[in-house]
């Protein structure tokens, strides 16, 4: 039996890398093959136990990154213990070291680090600046740990490997998938949807994303608030929770868009939502691929994105990026979203999502199991 580790994991369903790992999960349960798949968590909960259950995998618990001498003893003993072939760790900066370099020690042969992120999601300026200097420290020694690399993109790549690596042969991206079939755009859900949220005929601009920097909130109400003076019927859809939750809610009072803002709080029918939207907006700060941008094309939404987003996550011809975070580019945002105005028909992209290698069932998983398949 091969045994692979992979970390780290939340709960199988909190954010991006969670959705991906699960997909990878099943994907490999699909195969049939006597593989023994097990996770690094920093906390484990039943969530997370019910949702792999079904999967015969164990889960070991390990301290976080604010104690990493007891991180590394918990993750050298958990390999030492049960022998694995191999190791895979989905992180979000090189200072997220400590996985890797033990499956070193332990002498695992094959080490898979794969990069999710491309910036830093730290409100603090100074503290970021730190971070940042200390993950392009950890660049120099993180891709010496491994001996596979992977990212989301060529950009999240960049960020955790040097160039080296990521023009090289040991380098691969990995794209997340969607089940499309939920995504898929239908009037008559549209309309239902609508009805109950009682939208009426407003212009609703829709937004998925934690309430963290790197979703750059703050200018996204800038530019909604531009959008609204010019049609007071438009209407703002922030989906998600996060540590700026409170500040944002200030904000939007300040701006007098109470009335005009819908904060929908954390969802798990995000599908259903973006079928009542008219237009969507990302206008982040980073990010390492930004997976709701493909959920909204698949919905058939013009896409409005910030030109930190890899190019790459438009597949439809159907977006737009633009640049951020300055007062002069405002006006470029506002007059993009109003195209949506005039737009009468949702794009039909499930076929070109599924040619463009996005379906849930074509997760590549060829890098972490193609000896065994």
């Given amino acids: 039996m091969k045994r692979i580790l992979i970390g780290y994991i939340i709960d199988g369903k909190t954010g991006g890398i969670d959705h991906y790992l699960m997909n990878v999960l099943e994907q490999i349960a699909l195969y049939g093959r006597d593989l023994q798949i097990d996770f690094l968590t920093n906390r484990i909960t039943p969530q997370l136990k019910n949702n792999i259950s079904g999967y015969k995998s164990n889960v070991y618990e390990v301290a976080t990154l604010k104690h990493p001498i007891k991180q590394l003893k918990q993750t050298l003993h958990v390999i030492k213990k049960n022998k694995y072939d191999i190791t895979y760790f989905n992180i979000s900066t090189a200072l997220n070291c400590i996985g890797a370099i033990s499956a070193k020690i332990c002498g695992v042969r094959k080490r898979i680090i794969h990069s999710h992120a491309s910036g830093i999601d730290e409100e603090n300026k100074i503290y970021r600046a730190f971070l940042n200097f200390f993950n392009a420290i950890g660049r120099v020694f993180l891709y010496r740990q491994g001996t596979d690399f992977c990212a989301c993109s060529v950009i999240a790549g960049r960020w955790i490997f040097p160039k080296k690596i990521v023009t090289g042969s040991d380098f691969k991206v990995i794209k997340n998938t969607v089940d499309i079939d939920k995504f898929v755009f239908s009037s008559s859900k549209r309309k239902i949807i609508r009805e109950k949220l009682a939208l009426g005929d407003r212009f609703v601009i829709g937004h998925v994303g934690s309430f963290t920097y790197s979703k750059n909130h703050d200018f996204l109400l800038k530019i909604f608030k531009e959008v609204h003076s010019i049609n007071p019927k438009a209407l703002l859809m922030l989906i998600g929770e996060g540590i700026l939750a409170d500040e944002i809610s200030r904000k939007i009072s300040r701006l007098n868009l109470d009335y005009s803002v819908m904060l929908m709080g954390k969802r ?5 939502l973006m079928q009542a939207m008219d237009v969507f907006v990302l206008p982040s700060n980073f990010e390492g691929f930004g997976i709701v941008g493909i959920e909204a094309q698949i919905s058939g939404l013009f896409c409005v994105f910030s030109n930190r ?44 999502a599924e040619k463009s290698g996005y379906g849930i069932k074509k997760q590549d998983i060829s890098f972490l199991v193609k000896e065994e398949v």
């Fill in 268 to 272: 798990n029918d995000v599908s259903d």
């Fill in 309 to 352: 987003l890899p190019r790459e996550i438009d597949f439809t011809n159907n977006c737009s990026f633009l640049e951020i975070n300055k007062d002069k580019y405002i006006s470029a945002w506002s007059k993009e979203i109003l195209k949506a105005e005039n737009i009468n028909r949702r794009l039909d992209t499930a076929e070109l």
